[in-house]
């Protein structure tokens, strides 16, 4: 069988990552690169001397002189729109880093092209494949806790906005981050979300010019409710994700716990052993192309989260209670 040709769609950091990981699995070959900074094609080639690939400035370009097979879209995401439709136009199915948009217009516009073309999307939400975060949603979703009521999720992350495109965007943290943490935790619920009540904003510290702060009540079906707090600028880290039952608690951070109502107390949930978070999602777009089944993160699920964002970022700026379904029904 023919190996996957893959064209690389940016080189910076996690371009170069993604680039390092192809070349460790069979069955796939780079066969381009895509990036407009010579400084970054420089770097990739530096980081994979023995890889010699046709380099270009843009996905079309790409297009006209290589057949590939999957484009891998790493490239910074305020182009995002552009290098996904020029792929999926070019009949590429797609392993995109998230946020896969920076609106849900652009995100409802790259899952339409995807679907005229009938090429298939999978969005970079690695953290489905922790061991903890797969084994909770495992357990949740098996009925470990029996009726859901509650959540809780706190993150807070040393960092900083220097020298990062992030650090002049209005809603960094919304988009950079807690992109991971609305789909993590709707993957672990395994319920759709209805509504968001909160904010974003900016503490007086930090060198970001948008919000690195958010705090969020998210409502699911089913009456779940979990409050979540995120920021960055923090001058300590600390993370926690808890969801309560009636049958119990897990609790998942330094590990993977679990807390009977009888006890009350914590014990460690046996986990499988760690291994790669990202390849899973390349093998995920693998198999959707080999059999045709839609990926389990892709663009059109991935909606929703985006849905979950921009929501948040509703609610800041006029107040008030935003329903989730009704933007994704919206026209654009």
């Given at each position: 069988?023919?190996p996957i040709r893959?064209?690389h769609v940016?080189?910076g950091?996690?371009g170069r990552?993604w680039?390092?990981?192809v070349?460790q699995?069979?069955g796939?070959?780079p066969?381009?690169w895509?990036d407009?900074?010579?400084s970054?094609?420089a770097?990739?080639?530096?980081?994979?001397p023995?890889?010699?690939v046709?380099?270009?400035a843009?996905v079309?370009?790409a297009a006209?002189?290589?057949k590939?097979?999957?484009?891998?879209?790493?490239?910074?995401?305020?182009?995002?729109r552009?290098?996904?439709?020029?792929?999926?136009?070019a009949?590429?199915h797609?392993?995109v880093e998230?946020?896969?948009a920076?609106?849900?217009a652009d995100?409802?516009a790259?899952v339409?092209?995807?679907?005229?073309q009938?090429?298939?999307?999978?969005v970079?939400?690695?953290?489905r494949y922790?061991?903890s975060?797969?084994?909770m949603?495992r357990?949740?979703?098996?009925?470990?806790?029996?009726?859901?009521?509650?959540g809780c999720?706190?993150?807070?992350?040393?960092?900083f906005?220097a020298?990062?495109?992030q650090q002049h965007?209005?809603?960094n943290?919304?988009?950079e981050?807690?992109?991971h943490?609305?789909?993590?935790?709707?993957f672990?619920?395994?319920?759709t979300?209805r509504a968001?009540?909160?904010?974003?904003?900016q503490?007086?510290w930090g060198?970001f010019?948008?919000?690195?702060?958010?705090?969020?009540?998210?409502?699911f079906?089913?009456?779940?409710?979990v409050?979540?707090?995120g920021a960055w600028?923090?001058?300590?880290?600390?993370?926690f994700?808890?969801v309560d039952?009636s049958?119990?608690?897990?609790?998942e951070?330094?590990g993977l716990q679990f807390?009977?109502p009888q006890g009350?107390?914590?014990?460690?949930?046996?986990?499988?052993?760690a291994g790669?978070?990202?390849?899973?999602l390349?093998e995920e777009l693998?198999?959707a192309i080999?059999?045709?089944?839609p990926?389990?993160?892709?663009?059109r699920d991935n909606l929703?989260?985006?849905?979950?964002?921009e929501?948040?970022?509703?609610a800041?700026e006029?107040g008030?209670r935003v329903?989730?379904?009704?933007?994704l029904?919206?026209?654009?």
């Amino acid at each position: 069988m023919s190996p996957i040709r893959v064209l690389h769609v940016g080189l910076g950091g996690r371009g170069r990552y993604w680039l390092g990981l192809v070349q460790q699995h069979e069955g796939v070959e780079p066969v381009g690169w895509v990036d407009p900074s010579e400084s970054a094609l420089a770097a990739a080639q530096e980081s994979a001397p023995d890889v010699q690939v046709p380099t270009f400035a843009s996905v079309r370009d790409a297009a006209r002189q290589v057949k590939a097979d999957v484009a891998i879209v790493a490239a910074a995401a305020t182009g995002r729109r552009e290098n996904c439709v020029e792929a999926i136009d070019a009949g590429l199915h797609l392993l995109v880093e998230k946020p896969f948009a920076l609106t849900l217009a652009d995100a409802k516009a790259i899952v339409a092209a995807a679907e005229r073309q009938g090429t298939h999307i999978v969005v970079g939400q690695n953290y489905r494949y922790f061991p903890s975060i797969a084994e909770m949603a495992r357990q949740i979703q098996a009925g470990r806790l029996g009726d859901l009521g509650l959540g809780c999720f706190l993150r807070t992350r040393r960092r900083f906005g220097a020298g990062t495109y992030q650090q002049h965007m209005r809603h960094n943290y919304l988009w950079e981050m807690s992109v991971h943490d609305f789909d993590l935790i709707r993957f672990t619920l395994g319920l759709t979300p209805r509504a968001i009540t909160g904010w974003s904003w900016q503490p007086p510290w930090g060198d970001f010019t948008g919000e690195t702060s958010v705090q969020v009540l998210i409502e699911f079906e089913r009456d779940v409710k979990v409050n979540y707090f995120g920021a960055w600028a923090s001058w300590a880290g600390e993370y926690f994700w808890r969801v309560d039952g009636s049958q119990g608690v897990l609790r998942e951070g330094s590990g993977l716990q679990f807390a009977d109502p009888q006890g009350g107390q914590y014990t460690a949930v046996e986990l499988p052993p760690a291994g790669n978070i990202e390849w899973p999602l390349m093998e995920e777009l693998l198999d959707a192309i080999k059999t045709g089944s839609p990926p389990r993160t892709s663009g059109r699920d991935n909606l929703w989260t985006i849905a979950m964002l921009e929501a948040t970022q509703l609610a800041t700026e006029r107040g008030g209670r935003v329903e989730i379904p009704t933007l994704l029904e919206e026209k654009q």
